[in-house]
């Protein structure tokens, strides 16, 4: 089998893109740079709003989802990544136009939870309300026995406010009001609604917390699907 090229379909947002690029490099086991990965990158951050689409207030991002999935393809991409949680919600769609494979970030997040976690039961779960909203995480987790825990609306707005809010992660920070806005609605899912675990369900979220924060499992959608981009690309992931 001939090594593969990746196809990373990205601003949503930027350093989240950049985020899983520096995944894959740190991940893969290479020694040079010829032993590296070649990924093309698309990264436009005039996707619309996903989550104001979504709750019906704001223009549809799957124009501009299928115009670089094809970019992609046609650059010569063998299969695509997309470090959108919230942009899965037009996943059925975007593959009806494309004929390369499109792994699914919250699919393979469900088959490394079983295969590492098989005792979990109950995860908590820290996304954007669209996320929230059209069930996403839901519909693969619940099918396998494992609920799926949302924040209430009161820690719910933390999480949007760690996101989106002029101090928040999109604006660049990640330390001091986010990670604190964060952290409050964590453990507010751990500590009075019995989580055994949490889902990083936001690609945001992991560039403010990390595993270490936690004294439960902390799930990274991007971990994951770095580590699945790498094997399927047909190298091997550095242990």
Same mark, same amino acid.
């Given at each position: 089998?001939?090594?593969?090229?990746?196809?990373?379909?990205?601003?949503?947002?930027?350093?989240?893109?950049?985020?899983?690029?520096?995944?894959?490099?740190?991940?893969?086991?290479?020694?040079?740079?010829?032993?590296?990965?070649?990924?093309?990158?698309?990264?436009?951050?005039?996707?619309?709003?996903?989550?104001?689409?979504?709750?019906?207030?704001?223009?549809?991002?799957?124009?501009?989802?299928?115009?670089?999935?094809?970019?992609?393809?046609?650059?010569?991409?063998?299969?695509?990544?997309?470090?959108?949680?919230?942009?899965?919600?037009?996943?059925?769609?975007?593959?009806?136009?494309?004929?390369?494979?499109?792994?699914?970030?919250?699919?393979?997040?469900?088959?490394?939870?079983?295969?590492?976690?098989?005792?979990?039961?109950?995860?908590?779960?820290?996304?954007?309300?669209?996320?929230?909203?059209?069930?996403?995480?839901?519909?693969?987790?619940?099918?396998?026995?494992?609920?799926?825990?949302?924040?209430?609306?009161?820690?719910?707005?933390?999480?949007?406010? +760690?996101?989106?809010?002029?101090?928040?992660?999109?604006?660049?920070?990640?330390?001091?009001?986010?990670?604190?806005?964060?952290?409050?609605? +964590?453990?507010?899912?751990?500590?009075?609604?019995?989580?055994?675990?949490?889902?990083?369900?936001?690609?945001?979220?992991?560039?403010?917390?990390?595993?270490?924060?936690?004294?439960?499992?902390?799930?990274?959608?991007?971990?994951?699907?770095?580590?699945?981009?790498?094997?399927?690309?047909?190298?091997?992931?550095?242990?």
């Amino acid at each position: 089998m001939r090594d593969k090229t990746i196809g990373i379909l990205g601003g949503m947002g930027p350093e989240a893109t950049v985020y899983l690029f520096e995944l894959i490099v740190k991940m893969t086991d290479a020694d040079k740079d010829q032993e590296h990965i070649p990924i093309i990158i698309y990264n436009n951050p005039k996707i619309p709003h996903r989550t104001c689409a979504i709750l019906g207030g704001g223009p549809s991002p799957l124009p501009f989802l299928i115009k670089g999935a094809k970019f992609l393809e046609k650059a010569g991409a063998d299969f695509i990544v997309m470090p959108c949680v919230t942009a899965h919600y037009f996943y059925s769609e975007i593959i009806k136009k494309i004929k390369i494979p499109f792994l699914h970030l919250i699919e393979e997040t469900y088959n490394y939870v079983k295969k590492e976690f098989p005792t979990i039961k109950r995860l908590g779960l820290l996304a954007t309300s669209g996320t929230i909203k059209t069930n996403l995480f839901q519909e693969y987790f619940e099918k396998g026995g494992i609920e799926i825990i949302i924040p209430d609306e009161k820690e719910q707005n933390k999480v949007m406010e +760690a996101i989106y809010c002029s101090n928040g992660i999109k604006a660049g920070y990640k330390n001091g009001l986010p990670k604190n806005l964060l952290m409050e609605a +964590a453990e507010n899912l751990i500590s009075k609604k019995r989580c055994e675990g949490i889902i990083a369900g936001c690609t945001e979220v992991p560039l403010a917390l990390k595993r270490e924060d936690f004294r439960v499992p902390f799930i990274n959608p991007l971990e994951i699907i770095a580590r699945k981009s790498i094997l399927k690309a047909g190298y091997r992931v550095r242990e």
